[in-house]
C-alpha cells in the first residue's frame, strides 16, 4: 500500500473519530423506529418524565382543589341556613336547607319551607322584614282578611335555624343530610275568630315538640320532614310535616322558587280542629252538628316564592300559596257548612338584611 492509500486511511479515521460524538448524540436524541420493538430514545424518556412529572402537579392540584371544595361543602352542611334574601353579591350556599318563620298567630297556611332557601347569602345572621297577607282567617275558612306579617330569619351558632314551623337544631350531619330536634309555638285558635266556629271554644297556645330530618341535591332540590307533638296546652296531638323544594331560577336580581308539602295528623290534633263534640254540637245551638275527625294526612298543598333585590340590604319578596283539604277533613261541618277545602294566601314582604360580626353593615 502506497502513503497516499495510508493517507487516505488515516484521514478517514481522523474525520471518523471526530464525527462519532456528534452521531452518537443525533442517534440517542433520534427517535427510533418502533419504540416497542427497539426501546424509547433517551430524549422520549426525558420527555416522559416530564410530562409524567407535569401530570402527578396536575393532580396534586385538582386534588388540592377537591379537598377544599369538600371542606366547603362539610362546612356548608354543618351550618344550617335560615336566611331567605338575596343581597348584594354575596356568595350563595349551596345546601338549601332552612326556611323562614312566621310570627303571625295563623300560619297553617303559609308553608315556605325552603323556597328561600337557595337565595340565602353565607355571612348573614338577621334578617326581619314586613308586608301585608290576605288569608283565611282560620284553616279552612272561606273568609278571608288583610293582615300584617312580620318576618324574621335567623342563624345562631351555626346549628340553630328558623323556618315558618319553628326552630330546628342540626345538631348531626353529613354529606348533605341533617336531623336533630324541633320545636314551634303554634298559635291558639280563638272561637272568635269566626262565626262558624262558636260553639266550639279555643284551641289554645301549643308547645309542640319533636325533630326533623332533611336532604338537598343537585344544588337545587330539598326535602325535608317535621313530626312534632303538643305539649301541655292546646290540641295535644301529633303533626307529621313533609316538604320538597325546588329553585327553579336565578337571574341577576331576581330568584325564583317553588315548594309542596303534604301534611299528617293524629286523633287528638284532628279532634281539636276538626271534631264537633256533642257539648259542642249544644253550645253552636245544634248549628254544627256532631262530628269524630280521625288520624290520617290532612292536606297537600304548594307555594311559589320570588325574591328581588331593589337595593344592597333590601329585597322584594312576593308571595303565594295553595293548600287542598282531604275528604276527610272537609267533610267537618266547620269546613263543609261554613269554610272551603281549597285554600289559598298572597302577599309579600320588604326584607332588610343585618350581618354581626361579618363585613356586613
Given amino acids: 500500500m502506497n502513503l497516499g492509500a495510508w493517507g487516505a486511511i488515516a484521514l478517514a479515521g481522523t474525520v471518523v473519530a471526530t464525527a462519532t460524538p456528534a452521531m452518537a448524540q443525533r442517534q440517542i436524541d433520534d427517535?427510533?423506529?418502533?419504540?416497542?420493538?427497539?426501546g424509547e430514545t433517551e430524549k422520549e424518556r426525558r420527555d416522559k418524565a416530564r410530562q409524567e412529572r407535569e401530570e402527578d402537579q396536575q393532580e396534586l392540584e385538582d386534588a388540592l382543589i377537591l379537598t377544599v371544595e369538600q371542606e366547603r361543602d362539610a362546612n356548608r352542611l354543618d351550618e344550617p341556613k335560615t336566611r331567605p334574601l338575596l343581597f348584594g353579591d354575596a356568595a350563595y350556599d349551596d345546601d338549601p336547607v332552612g326556611g323562614t318563620i312566621t310570627l303571625g298567630e295563623e300560619d297553617d297556611n303559609r308553608r315556605f319551607f325552603g323556597v328561600l332557601t337557595f337565595l340565602i347569602p353565607q355571612e348573614t345572621n338577621l334578617s326581619i322584614g314586613v308586608g301585608p297577607v290576605y288569608e283565611p282567617d282560620?284553616?279552612?275558612?272561606?273568609?278571608?282578611e288583610f293582615d300584617i306579617d312580620p318576618q324574621v330569619y335567623v342563624k345562631f351558632r351555626n346549628f340553630v335555624f328558623l323556618d315558618d314551623d319553628g326552630a330546628d337544631f342540626g345538631l348531626f350531619g353529613f354529606s348533605r343530610f341533617r336531623f336533630g330536634p324541633s320545636i314551634r309555638i303554634r298559635g291558639r285558635r280563638d272561637q272568635d275568630d269566626n262565626p262558624a266556629l262558636l260553639g266550639l271554644g279555643d284551641v289554645g297556645t301549643t308547645f309542640e315538640f319533636g325533630g326533623f330530618v332533611a336532604t338537598t341535591f343537585l344544588d337545587r332540590f330539598a326535602v325535608k320532614a317535621k313530626a312534632r307533638h303538643g305539649l301541655?296546652?292546646?290540641?295535644?296531638?301529633t303533626i307529621v310535616d313533609?316538604?320538597?323544594t325546588a329553585l327553579l331560577f336565578r337571574a341577576g336580581p331576581v330568584s325564583f322558587s317553588t315548594s309542596g308539602h303534604a301534611s299528617w295528623i293524629g286523633d287528638r290534633y284532628a279532634d281539636a280542629y276538626f271534631s264537633v263534640t256533642p257539648e259542642q254540637s249544644l253550645a253552636s245551638n245544634g248549628v254544627l252538628p256532631v262530628f269524630d275527625a280521625d288520624s290520617g294526612f290532612r292536606d297537600v298543598g304548594g307555594s311559589v316564592n320570588a325574591y328581588i333585590n331593589i337595593l344592597d340590604r333590601w329585597s322584594?319578596?312576593?308571595?303565594?300559596?295553595?293548600?287542598?283539604?282531604?275528604?276527610?277533613?272537609?267533610?267537618?261541618?266547620?269546613?263543609?257548612q261554613f269554610g272551603d277545602r281549597h285554600q289559598f294566601t298572597v302577599g309579600f314582604h320588604v326584607m332588610r338584611e343585618f350581618t354581626f360580626g361579618g363585613t356586613g353593615q
Fill in 138 to 144: 282560620y284553616f279552612g275558612s272561606d273568609d278571608y
Fill in 242 to 244: 313533609g316538604y320538597l
Fill in 232 to 237: 301541655k296546652t292546646g290540641h295535644r296531638g
Fill in 316 to 336: 322584594l319578596n312576593p308571595y303565594a300559596s295553595y293548600n287542598y283539604i282531604f275528604d276527610d277533613y272537609a267533610a267537618t261541618p266547620i269546613i263543609s
Fill in 31 to 38: 427517535p427510533k423506529l418502533s419504540p416497542m420493538l427497539f
